[in-house]
């Protein structure tokens, strides 16, 4: 099967480290999305990615986060000198069409 | 901005019985729309969407409905069976590539 993956699945940091996720979408999906959950919440749009182009940013990506997409293909979320208020999952999804979008299981980072 | 809400944050259903999830929109601009489901330490699943164009989609056992007027629309799953419990999100989306959720609601179907 070739769904959308993401690692790691979990990362707990201490406030003020970095850290990284990747997401492998659909190899024949050139659209990748990444969202931000938090608890009883639904997922919230963070950036979105037509091939490597990252085309579209949302206000809730503070200058500490970056996305790249090299070549196109695999993804990386970097988020810097991380605080409290960055617990969440992050999901990445990605599409062929930009309507039915296909989730990775997320990353889940905790932030002591 | 809260443009898709969910106001049922759970509901029960006995198994073999019809459950109906309902979600709101306030953003007339909205032509897309898409259900889907999530399971506990998983990704959300897509369910089955509906273009504005359409006032009713089926797929098996699932049947979204839209009422453009009302800016309503819900998720009919009949017959309901015990794997149907989950998270289901409500998303909408004014252009291709810009989804909004909403918060989810947790079904249980009881068997």
């Known amino acids: 099967d070739t769904g959308v993956s993401q690692d790691p699945r979990h990362k707990i940091t201490k406030r003020g480290q970095n850290v990284t996720f990747r997401c492998d979408p659909i190899s024949e999906h050139n659209r990748l999305y990444w969202y931000r959950q938090t608890l009883g919440q639904g997922p919230e749009f963070l950036t979105y990615f037509q091939n490597e182009a990252q085309l579209e940013k949302s206000r809730l990506l503070s200058d500490r986060f970056s996305a790249e997409r090299p070549k196109g293909s695999f993804s990386t979320l970097e988020i810097q000198r991380t605080e409290q208020g960055d617990s969440a999952m992050y999901l990445c999804?990605?599409?062929?069409?930009?309507?039915?979008?296909?989730f990775g299981p997320g990353t889940r980072l905790t932030v002591t | 901005d809260q443009q898709v809400k969910q106001n049922s944050p759970s509901l029960s259903v006995q198994e073999g019985r019809i459950s109906i999830l309902n979600c709101d929109y306030t953003n007339s601009m909205f032509d897309y729309f898409l259900w889907y489901k999530k399971y506990p330490a998983e990704g959300p699943t897509f369910l089955i969407s509906i273009s504005s164009i359409k006032d009713k989609n089926e797929d098996g056992r699932f049947t979204v409905f839209l009422n453009k007027s009302a800016k309503h629309l819900s998720l009919h799953i009949v017959p309901s069976q015990p794997g149907d419990s989950a998270v289901y999100f409500c998303a909408a989306s004014a252009r291709v590539n810009d989804m909004r959720f909403g918060a989810g609601t947790r079904l249980t179907v009881k068997p």
């Open positions: 999804a990605s599409s062929l069409t930009g309507h039915e979008q296909y």
